[in-house]
């Protein structure tokens, strides 16, 4: 059975950071592209950032300089660093996975998890 788990979540003020962690299990997502997405409260869920298996990365332009994912195969886990934090980055952060390269489709993830909250506020 595959399974996402997202951890890391948590309250911040703004310009604090936070690491996110997503640990996958049930099968080996190595050559798989992984991708985080958020779903703030009455929006649809949106897209985040993204990393192939050979590690290409792309980043939604919000984020672009303040977060970096980053994977390690070895582990099937990917990570999101959350710098610089603003209020409207407060949201549910879901990781997600899907063979062939990085999108930012959210209809072509099949595998997700249950999410990881993340509230930044003073």
């Known amino acids: 059975q595959v399974q996402l788990v997202e951890s890391g979540g948590g309250l911040v003020q703004p310009g604090e950071s936070l690491t996110l962690t997503c640990a996958t299990s049930?099968?080996?997502?190595?050559?798989?592209?992984m991708g985080w997405f958020r779903q703030a409260p009455g929006k649809e869920r949106e897209f985040v950032a993204a990393?192939?298996?050979?590690?290409?990365?792309n980043y939604a332009d919000y984020v672009k300089g303040r977060f970096t994912i980053s994977r390690d195969n070895a582990k099937n886990t990917v990570y999101l660093q959350m710098n610089s934090l603003k209020p409207e980055d407060t949201a549910v952060y879901y990781c997600?996975?899907?063979?062939?390269?990085?999108?930012?489709?959210?209809?072509?993830?099949?595998?997700w998890g249950q999410g990881t909250q993340v509230a930044v506020s003073s």
């Open positions: 997600a996975v899907r063979p062939g390269s990085a999108s930012d489709s959210v209809g072509s993830y099949g595998y």
């Open positions: 049930g099968r080996t997502f190595s050559s798989y592209a």
């Open positions: 990393i192939s298996w050979y590690h290409s990365t």
